[in-house]
């Protein structure tokens, strides 16, 4: 018999395709390069247009790898695809803050919520010519409460087949106090998980990713940490891109989408995944 670790195989999931010209180019870079073998689409992003869509396409033909994915999207500064959604800010959808409080007050809408997200899965369907293959949410907003209901009921009735993403990790609680984001997220993924089981929706049996963006952290220590945490099956989040104009005025994580494409492009990241076992499968 052999003494050999298993090959752990993870889900390297690029999000944000959609955001911007320069990050879609980087996110389609890494999936042609077999870096990445999954991204999550933003279609009410303002990069979503048909040339993208078919850039896209062919960079996922070359890696049958790759799962794309709807990054349902509800905060701001976007605009729903609903004419009724509501509340709104100025038009948008409300600011991650406010979404999340009003979520915990239960003060939002469920029937709109299941409404928007069930366009915005028609639109990817109609944009790919397939449902998604998985469905997972912009600022992790598809295990906020009340959203997270609709959001299990929308992919149930418009994208059965479909898997959705988790954001808890598996780690001893001892472990997780000291990252107060993670450790939201697991929280109320914990909730999340519970739901998708009883809808019987499949999802992702660890995540990884998630670390506080103000800050400039090494991405190549903080992806060895996430590989360590990732059972095999898990997955791990990351947000590289090219910073352009649309990108600066869209959203504030710009710089550290260069460093994680960098890394994430690089040797050093290859010889990383074959060190821990790792393989994009």
């Not at 997200?117 to 469905?135: G, R, S």
Request: aromatic fraction near 8%.
């Amino acid at each position: 018999m052999s003494g050999e670790e298993p090959q752990r195989r993870i889900t390297l999931c690029a999000d944000d395709y959609g955001i911007s010209p320069g990050v879609n180019r980087a996110i389609r870079e890494l999936i042609e390069h077999r870096r990445i073998n999954a991204t999550s689409v933003m279609v009410v992003g303002p990069a979503i247009g048909r040339d993208e869509i078919e850039a896209l396409k062919t960079a996922a033909a070359g890696n049958p790898q790759c799962a794309i994915g709807l990054h349902t999207t509800l905060t701001a500064p976007f605009h729903p695809l609903t004419l009724h959604y509501r509340p709104l800010d100025g038009g948008l959808f409300m600011p991650l803050a406010k979404m999340l409080r009003l979520s915990l007050l239960r003060r939002l809408d469920p029937e709109m919520i299941f409404d928007e997200v069930k366009a915005q899965i028609a639109a990817f369907t109609e944009k790919f010519d397939h449902a998604p293959d998985y469905v997972d949410g912009h600022q992790h907003v598809q295990i906020f409460p009340q959203v997270r209901d609709a959001f299990l009921a929308a992919i149930k009735d418009a994208a059965p087949n479909a898997w959705v993403r988790q954001c808890g990790r598996r780690k001893p609680l001892a472990q997780r106090i000291g990252a107060p984001k993670a450790l939201l997220l697991d929280t109320l993924s914990a909730g999340f998980r519970r739901r998708a089981e009883r809808a019987g929706i499949r999802f992702n049996p660890a995540f990884a990713g998630a670390y506080d963006f103000t800050r400039t952290p090494e991405f190549g220590d903080l992806m060895q940490g996430f590989l360590d945490d990732s059972p095999d099956g898990g997955l791990i989040m990351c947000h590289p891109g090219f910073v352009d104009d649309t990108l600066i005025a869209l959203d504030p994580l710009t710089g550290q989408r260069e460093r994680d494409y960098a890394f994430l492009s690089g040797d050093g990241f290859r010889d990383m995944l074959a060190a821990n076992k790792v393989t994009l499968g």
